[in-house]
């Protein structure tokens, strides 16, 4: 009987897994915990299938369908097995995602692409082409020392173009040793230069706090970049969720003094941002995060001002209303089943920007994408990664007139 039940306990397990990764569960109470376990089954359906198909062969050898639990265990995984199905179905859309935003954009594929074993593996591995610096200060303030990674390939080359991340978190946890991988990885391998920067988390810190040590990095890397073999002619900024937020900042707030004190006249500028499942609206005028977005994390932990109060604070750490027409150009990231970024809050913020902006604005939104996607590799992350190499490539070609590697 005890693998009867243990073959039934996986089949409600399976079931349940495949439910939220097909439609997350939301409540406050289970929205952490549900993000998480819908990213790791999205991420790796395959390996969540053969794992699953591999277990059950286990226990139905060890005699689980010789009692009826097993029997009804096996019934509901195939069930579950059916939606695993439609969610590999889903996650090879992100191809022709990719795909359709660089055709429309007339920009070519560029660059080395993921290999299957990266993918397969799962795990952000750097490999021995990819060389990591770690933890170098660039900017002391508040008592802290705010350090970078970065990362580049092993050759002599001195015109590296420049990519720099800013990790997520919420504004109040994250580092810069466990977010983007994929990405650095991927664009140092192919002939980029990388930094990953670290900046003051609250509720030590207060917004523009967070807003600050990002500028006050950008500002660093522009003066230090061809210490480490790169070109600060261009400079790109990506980043993923609170990170997304701070990079659309530091793209639509250029050179803005009062958001740089103390490096007024540091030049700020960059040649095109990657937000990442990033945060638009600081006041949830649209209705999509929950309630206790502003009141249990904005009010009294990030901004540290109620809203009713001081609107002015929220709107001004809002990119959605910081859009204008010099904006540089943007490549935004999305995935349509985020229930950390709300994809409509996304759409409203590309609708935007592209109303305005003479540059280009250009949006791909991946088919049952959750928050954290690119956290370690799948095929939607590493379709992502390539088609955000392809864009910043063709970026940096326009902006130059050259072609790095």
């Known amino acids: 009987m005890l693998v009867g039940l243990l073959l039934l306990a996986l089949g409600i397990w399976s079931a349940g897994a495949t439910i939220n990764a097909l439609r997350p569960f939301r409540h406050p109470l289970v929205l952490l915990p549900s993000m998480f376990w819908s990213w790791f089954v999205i991420g790796s359906p395959v390996q969540h299938l053969l794992s699953q198909i591999l277990i059950a062969g286990v226990l139905i050898w060890l005699g689980a369908l010789d009692h009826l639990f097993g029997s009804v265990g096996l019934g509901i995984l195939a069930v579950s097995w059916i939606g695993t199905a439609v969610l590999i179905i889903r996650m090879r859309g992100a191809k022709g995602v990719v795909d359709t935003a660089l055709a429309n954009a007339g920009v070519a594929p560029f660059g080395k692409s993921v290999s299957f074993w990266r993918t397969l593996a799962a795990v952000p591995i750097r490999g021995h082409g990819v060389e990591r610096i770690k933890d170098v200060p660039f900017r002391r303030v508040a008592g802290r020392v705010l350090k970078l990674d970065v990362f580049r390939d092993r050759s002599e080359r001195t015109d590296r173009p420049v990519l720099i991340y800013i990790h997520g978190g919420g504004w109040v946890m994250g580092d ?219 970026e940096y070609q326009r902006s130059t007139g050259s072609t790095p590697g």
């Open 176 to 394: 810069k040793r466990e977010q983007g991988l994929p990405l650095l990885h991927h664009f140092a391998r192919n002939g980029w230069l990388c930094f990953s920067l670290n900046y003051r988390l609250s509720p030590g810190a207060t917004f523009p706090d967070h807003l600050e040590d990002a500028k006050a990095g950008l500002a660093w890397v522009k003066a230090h970049a061809s210490e480490y073999g790169g070109d600060a002619s261009f400079v790109a900024i990506s980043g993923g969720s609170a990170g997304g937020h701070l990079a659309a900042m530091i793209g639509l707030t250029e050179n803005e003094t009062r958001y740089q004190p103390g490096f007024e006249d540091a030049d700020t500028s960059i040649q095109a941002v990657v937000p990442i499942y990033g945060i638009y609206d600081m006041t949830n005028r649209m209705s999509t995060q929950s309630p206790q977005f502003v009141s249990l994390l904005l009010e009294p932990v990030v901004i540290k001002a109620f809203i009713a109060d001081e609107p002015e604070k929220f709107h001004a750490a809002s990119p959605i209303d910081h859009v204008h027409s010099d904006a540089p150009p943007f490549l935004i990231v999305q995935g349509d089943n985020d229930t950390l970024a709300p994809v409509v809050e996304t759409r409203a913020f590309v609708d935007r920007l592209s109303g305005v902006a003479k540059e280009r604005v250009l949006y791909m939104e991946f088919p049952g994408a959750q928050h954290i996607f690119d956290l370690g590799y799948s095929y939607q992350s590493s379709r992502m990664v390539e088609g955000v190499l392809a864009v910043l490539e063709d």
